[in-house]
């Protein structure tokens, strides 16, 4: 299975793209790390940034999109834009995409039987979200139950 882990930060999405394969865990090399949405107000930059991230998925062969849940409301809440990034990837075609609520990732970490080093990743400092969003997510289908 492949699948990529999205944290949005601002106007971007941050990504980490990863397969488990036989558990074995593969990070494979990517030639973005984050998708901008440059004009949030205007609806072909909407689409533009949706096609981006989709042509993206396509590329890679990515089935599975995991977002980072944020907060709808209270101090730590998510910005207007960061939800509109998170609708234009939910409504894209054929990728399965689930948010991921904070307490869901905290649990299959702990529950998790393979320890992974960030800085053994290769990836840039700014994509650990989204690795361990997408680490997460994998972890999980070793159990019977559904993604919360």
Not at 69 to 75: F, I, L, S
Not at 90 to 97: H, M, S, T
Request: charged share 25%.
């Amino acid at each position: 299975m492949r699948a990529c882990g999205v944290e949005i930060k601002s106007n971007e999405a941050i990504i980490c793209i990863m397969t488990k394969e036989n558990n074995l865990y593969d990070i494979p090399h990517t030639r973005v790390q984050r998708v901008t949405l440059e004009n949030a107000g205007d609806a072909e930059a909407i689409r533009k940034f949706q096609f981006t991230f989709a042509k993206l998925m396509e590329d890679y062969q990515v089935t599975h999109v995991q977002i980072k849940g944020r907060a709808v409301k209270g101090k730590f809440a998510g910005g207007a834009i960061g939800f509109k990034i998170e609708a234009a990837i939910q409504l894209i075609a054929d990728l399965e995409v689930e948010i991921l609520a904070a307490t869901f990732l905290k649990k299959e970490l702990a529950r998790s039987q393979v320890d992974i080093d960030f800085r053994d990743t290769g990836l840039k400092q700014f994509q650990e979200q989204a690795f361990t969003t997408v680490f997460a997510y994998l972890e999980s289908k070793n159990h019977a139950y559904p993604a919360e």
